[in-house]
């Protein structure tokens, strides 16, 4: 069964600009969570995607968004991007029912 | 900053045991969890533990829960080179702590 997949890898941006995430869940999953994990900050709740809808965000300002697509595919949009939204982005997904979640590899955002 | 607090670092020696220790916020949490994330790689459950459970044992891990202090641990009985890594605890609604990086000198 494949896992969760992120892409891409890596992504450098200069700031002020917009930066695109994907990621796919496990296949049957319908949850989608996103996180980011700053250096030295942890990790941070960023969004949760579930059948399509966001069900809760975290506390981080709205330039953060997203979405999740009917095939449960999720994206993270990162608008007007600043030096401190460098940090690896790391995406979960998660069965109906289940409290378990399998994260993806991450994508290292990095912005100068 | 993390309503789940972990401290950041523990260094130890191969075979010893080992003890990564937090303390969570919110007392209705039902389950809690601990991840561990090795370089380059996604976050991997290790184990989790109902609230109504006081301990949990797996193996060479066991998990200890303190309700009543909000305290939750790690034990990883013959900490070997291959458990460096960094381990997060985790409430219900996934919040996590700042992660607590696990050095094994051999």
């Known amino acids: 069964e494949a896992g969760v997949t992120q892409s891409p890898t890596h992504l450098i941006k200069t700031r002020g600009q917009q930066a695109t995430l994907r990621c796919s869940p496990i296949s049957g999953h319908t949850s989608v969570y996103w996180y980011q994990q700053a250096l030295g900050l942890g990790l941070q709740f960023l969004l949760w995607?579930?059948?399509?809808?966001?069900?809760n965000r975290g506390n981080f300002p709205p330039r953060f968004s997203g979405r999740q697509f009917p095939n449960y595919s999720s994206e993270l949009n990162v608008n007007a991007l600043e030096l401190e939204d460098s940090a690896l982005y790391l995406c979960?997904?998660?069965?109906?029912?289940?409290?378990?979640?399998?994260f993806g590899p991450g994508t290292r955002l990095t912005v100068t | 900053g993390e309503d789940v607090e972990q401290s950041l670092f523990l260094s130890v020696r191969e075979g010893d045991s080992s003890v990564i220790n937090c303390t969570y916020t919110d007392s209705s949490s039902t389950y809690l969890y601990w991840y561990k994330q090795e370089p380059g790689a996604g976050l991997q459950l290790l184990t989790y533990i109902f609230s109504n459970m006081d301990m949990k044992q797996d193996q060479r891990l066991t998990v200890l829960l303190n309700k009543k202090d909000k305290h939750l641990s790690l034990r990883i009985a013959d900490t070997q080179t291959g458990d460096s890594a960094i381990y997060f605890c985790a409430e219900l609604d996934m919040r996590f702590g700042a992660g607590t990086r696990l050095t094994v000198k051999p």
């Open positions: 995607y579930d059948e399509g809808e966001e069900r």
């Open positions: 979960a997904s998660q069965n109906r029912g289940d409290y378990e979640q399998y």
